[in-house]
C-alpha cells in the first residue's frame, strides 16, 4: 500500500480564511496541492461516498487534504447543514488512507486504488459508522452526529470493509473477509520454499504472488448497548452485502423504490451480448412500462447513471450523458407511461455522487475553474445552489482563461476539450502548448492521476489544451455480438485502430489552437498517464508535431508481455497483442513498431520525462535503455510506495515541479533558479547528446497552416512539411 501518513496540522480543515478578492494573485503550487477534497478523487462519477441524515437536514463525508512538506495527509469525517444555515463540524480527524483490494484478471493485488469510505448515518440519526484505518489496520468506528466524540469499536483480526446499520439501529452490521489473512499466511509459508511462477504473478508490481483466490465476506452484527458481537443473520448479510437481482430473462442494472412501493429499474435485453441495449423500465400499482424515448436507452459505453423516485412519486429521475462527445451531464424527468422523458437540467459540469433528498438532487460539482463543491439542484426547476464549498480562497487565485472546444476528428468522430491561456494573454501572440489527457470533465487540475498542472502552465506562459478521448473505435462497427468488453478491445487493437482514432481527434484539437493563431507549432509537448501514455508514444511515432513529452506511466512496449505475467500475458494475446518472442515475426514487427518507442529509436530525438511508480517502472525500462543507447534525452524517476495513480502528497510536489521545469527548459530555454544546477547540467549534456537545443521563448514566426500526409502504413505529421490530418472545427 502507498504510505501516505497522518498530517500534523489538520485542526484548520474547516476554518475558512478570509475571502480575498477574486483572483488577486497569481497560482501557486500549494494553491493546488493544498486543495480540501470532498470524497476520493478517482472513482466512477456515479458512486456515492456522502451520507444524509434520516431527517435530511445535514450531509456527512470524509475531506482530505494533502501536505507535501511532510508526506502526509489530513483526513476528518465532516457534517455540514444542508440548509446553509447552520454550522459544519469536525466528527472524526485522522486516520490512514483506505486502498482497494482489486480483483483483475482473476487474482487480487493492491493497485492504489482508493475505496469509497461511505459513512452510515444510524437510522436514528445519532451516530455515524464509518471506517478508520490506524497501523495497516482497518476498523469500524462510530462518531456522534452532533460533535460529541468518536470511538473504535471494533478490533478484528482482518480489515472491515463494509458497514450498515440493523432496521433497529441497535446493532452495528460489518463484514472482513477472513480469507485473506490466510491465504497471505499460506503465502509467508509458500515462499520458505519459493514461489512457482505461475499466473498469479505480476512482475512489475511484487516479486511476491498475488492471491489467486476470490475472498469470501463474512458479515457480523454488533449490539451497540451490550457491544456484543454476533455472526450476521441472512437478511442482515443481504442488507450488508446486496446481491444484485436476477432472472433468467434480464438483468436489472439500477434499482430504485418510491416511497409507496412503486419500482424502477434498467434492463440489459441480452446479458449475453455485451453491448446489448439497455432500457428504463417502471412499475406501479401491478401495471409496468417501459419508457420509449431515445434517452431512456443506452448501452455499456453510455447508458444511465443514477435512478430515483421524485418527491411527488410520479415521476422517475435519473441522469445520462448528452451533447457532443458526451461532453454535457442531463438530469432526465419521466413519468411512467408517457412518451417522452423531459430535460431538467444540462450542464458541461461534473457532477460525482448525487443523491436525492426530497425534491433535492445533492452532488458534488467541478466546474473546469472550481474545485469540489456540494451543490443542490431543484428537481423540478433545475435551478442550482452552492451548499458548501471547501476552498473559499481559491477564489482569490488568478486563473487562465479557459473555453470548451468542440471538434470532430478525421474520420468524423465527435470529441471536444478545453482550452486554457495565461491570465494576462495576448491576442495574436503565439505560445508554447502542452496537451493534457485524457479526460476533461471538471476541475481541470492536473488531467488524470493529476500530474501535469494545468493553471499553474497556464500562469508560466503556455497555452494548455486538456482533450477528452473520442469514443472508442469499436463503437462505429455497430454491435458484433462480442460477449466482454475483452472482446471489442480486440477490434481496437488490431492494425492500431484505437490509437489512431484517439491520435486523428488530439490533432484535430491542437490543429484548431494553431489555426486561431495561438499555439506555436514548432513548441508543443504532450504527457499522458495509462491511456495517454500509450497515446503519447504512439504520437511521437506517427507524427512530428510534438517538441517534447512526458510520460505518467508505461505499457505499450513488448515486455509488457513479459513483465506484466502469465494472466495479463494470456489476457492481452487474447485481445490481438503479439507475445514476447524476439526477434518477432512480421506481425508482431509490425505492430510493436506502430505502438512503441522501443521499436523507433532512429525516430527524430524528443526530449522524454518519465515520472513512474515504483511498482510500474519496470513497464518502462524497455523504452528507456532503447532510447539511451541511441541518445535520446531522456530521464526516469521512480517513485517509491506508489501504483498506477500517485498519492503521496512530496510525490506529487515533486512531479508537479519537474514537469514544469521539464517543459520550461525544452520548450522556452528557461532554467527554473530553485531547482540544483547540477539538473540543468545533466539536461545540458543530453541536448548536446541528441544534438538538440532548447528552444527559446522569443516569439516564433507564423507557421504555414498544416496539412495532411499519408504515410505508407500510417497518418505521418511531419512539423517540416507542417502535416497533420484534418478533422472539421470551426474556424
Request: hydrophobic share 35%; glycine share 8%; proline share 7%.
Amino acid at each position: 500500500m502507498p504510505d501516505v501518513r497522518e498530517s500534523p496540522t489538520c485542526s484548520d480543515m474547516l476554518s475558512m480564511p478570509e475571502q480575498a478578492a477574486a483572483g488577486h494573485r497569481d497560482i501557486r503550487p500549494d494553491d493546488l496541492l493544498g486543495l480540501r477534497d470532498i470524497g476520493p478523487r478517482w472513482r466512477p462519477s456515479q458512486e456515492v461516498f456522502s451520507a444524509i441524515s434520516p431527517d435530511g437536514s445535514r450531509m456527512a463525508f470524509f475531506l482530505t487534504r494533502g501536505d507535501p512538506q511532510n508526506n502526509s495527509e489530513c483526513r476528518t469525517l465532516v457534517s455540514i447543514p444542508l440548509d446553509g444555515k447552520g454550522k459544519a463540524l469536525i466528527l472524526d480527524s485522522g486516520g490512514e488512507p483506505i486502498y482497494d483490494l482489486l480483483n483483475i484478471r482473476g487474482i487480487a493485488g493492491d493497485y492504489g486504488y482508493p475505496s469509497v469510505n461511505r459513512p452510515q448515518y444510524s437510522p436514528d440519526g445519532r451516530w455515524i459508522a464509518y471506517l478508520r484505518r490506524e497501523k495497516a489496520s482497518t476498523q469500524l468506528w462510530i462518531a456522534r452526529s452532533d460533535g460529541g466524540g468518536a470511538e473504535q469499536l471494533t478490533h478484528m483480526p482482518d480489515d472491515v470493509e463494509l458497514v450498515a446499520w440493523s432496521d433497529d439501529g441497535a446493532s452495528v452490521l460489518f463484514a472482513t473477509r477472513p480469507s485473506l489473512n490466510a491465504a497471505r499466511d499460506a503465502m509467508t509459508k509458500e515462499g520458505q520454499s519459493g514461489f512457482l511462477y505461475d499466473r498469479r504473478m505480476v512482475p512489475f508490481n511484487s516479486s511476491t504472488p498475488a492471491l489467486a483466490e476470490d475472498p469470501v465476506y463474512a458479515g457480523f452484527a454488533l449490539s451497540l448497548p451490550s457491544r456484543r458481537l454476533r455472526p450476521a443473520s441472512a437478511k442482515e448479510r443481504e442488507k450488508l452485502i446486496p446481491l444484485p437481482a436476477a432472472d433468467t430473462t434480464a438483468f436489472r442494472l439500477l434499482r430504485a423504490k418510491s416511497g409507496s412501493g412503486a419500482g424502477a429499474w434498467t434492463v440489459k435485453d441480452d446479458m449475453k451480448r455485451w453491448m446489448a441495449p439497455i432500457s428504463l423500465w417502471a412499475e406501479r400499482g401491478g401495471k409496468a412500462w417501459r419508457c420509449p424515448d431515445t434517452p431512456c436507452t443506452g448501452d455499456e459505453m453510455n447508458s444511465l447513471f443514477g435512478l430515483w423516485w421524485s418527491a411527488s412519486g410520479k415521476d422517475v429521475l435519473f441522469m445520462r450523458r448528452s451533447g457532443q462527445g458526451n461532453s454535457q451531464t442531463s438530469l432526465m424527468r419521466w413519468r411512467p407511461g408517457a412518451l417522452r422523458a423531459e430535460t431538467v437540467f444540462s450542464t458541461e459540469n461534473l457532477l460525482v455522487g448525487c443523491q436525492i433528498s426530497g425534491r433535492l438532487l445533492l452532488c458534488a460539482r467541478e466546474t473546469s475553474t472550481e474545485p469540489r463543491r456540494i451543490v443542490a439542484f431543484d428537481t423540478r426547476t433545475g435551478r442550482e445552489r452552492v451548499i458548501f464549498d471547501p476552498n473559499p480562497q481559491f477564489a482569490g487565485v488568478r486563473l487562465g482563461k479557459v473555453e470548451r472546444l468542440q471538434w470532430r476528428g478525421a474520420d468524423g468522430v465527435e470529441s471536444f476539450g478545453d482550452l486554457v491561456l495565461p491570465p494576462s494573454y495576448e491576442q495574436g501572440r503565439r505560445l508554447p502548448l502542452i496537451v493534457v489527457q485524457y479526460r476533461t470533465r471538471g476541475f481541470l487540475r492536473g488531467g488524470v492521476g493529476d500530474e501535469y498542472p494545468i493553471q499553474l502552465f497556464a500562469a508560466r506562459g503556455y497555452a494548455v489544451l486538456s482533450v477528452e478521448n473520442p469514443p472508442p473505435f469499436y463503437l462505429r462497427l455497430g454491435d458484433r455480438g462480442w460477449t466482454t468488453w475483452k472482446e471489442a478491445e480486440r477490434d481496437n487493437v488490431h492494425a492500431a485502430h484505437e490509437r489512431t482514432n484517439v491520435l486523428s481527434s488530439l490533432t484535430t484539437g491542437v490543429q484548431m489552437v494553431i489555426d486561431r493563431g495561438i499555439a506555436d507549432p514548432s513548441r508543443i509537448g504532450i504527457t499522458g498517464l495509462s491511456d495517454g501514455a500509450a497515446t503519447v508514444q504512439f504520437a511521437l511515432i506517427h507524427s512530428r508535431l510534438f517538441s517534447a513529452a512526458a510520460l505518467s506511466s508505461m505499457g505499450s512496449d513488448s515486455q509488457m508481455m513479459v513483465y506484466g505475467g502469465p494472466a495479463l500475458i494470456e489476457e492481452r494475446a487474447r485481445m490481438g497483442f503479439p507475445l514476447y518472442d524476439p526477434p518477432f515475426d512480421n506481425e508482431g514487427k509490425a505492430h510493436w513498431k506502430a505502438t512503441s518507442l522501443a521499436f523507433n529509436p532512429d525516430l527524430p530525438k524528443v526530449p522524454l520525462l518519465m515520472q513512474l511508480a515504483d511498482h510500474e517502472y519496470m513497464l518502462g525500462l524497455e523504452t528507456y535503455t532503447v532510447l539511451r543507447n541511441h541518445r535520446w534525452p531522456l530521464e526516469l524517476y521512480s517513485f517509491p510506495g506508489e501504483y498506477h495513480l500517485k498519492t503521496q502528497a512530496a510525490h506529487r510536489a515533486a512531479i508537479y515541479r519537474r514537469n514544469l521545469a521539464w517543459f520550461d527548459y525544452w520548450l522556452r530555454g528557461l532554467h527554473d533558479p530553485e531547482l540544483a544546477s547540477d539538473v540543468y547540467e545533466r539536461w545540458d549534456k543530453l541536448a548536446r547528446e541528441a544534438g538538440r537545443v532548447p528552444d527559446s521563448d522569443i516569439q516564433p514566426a507564423l507557421q504555414p497552416d498544416l496539412h495532411i500526409e499519408q504515410g505508407h502504413d500510417a497518418p505521418v505529421i511531419d512539423r517540416a512539411k507542417s502535416g497533420l490530418p484534418r478533422g472539421d472545427h470551426p474556424q
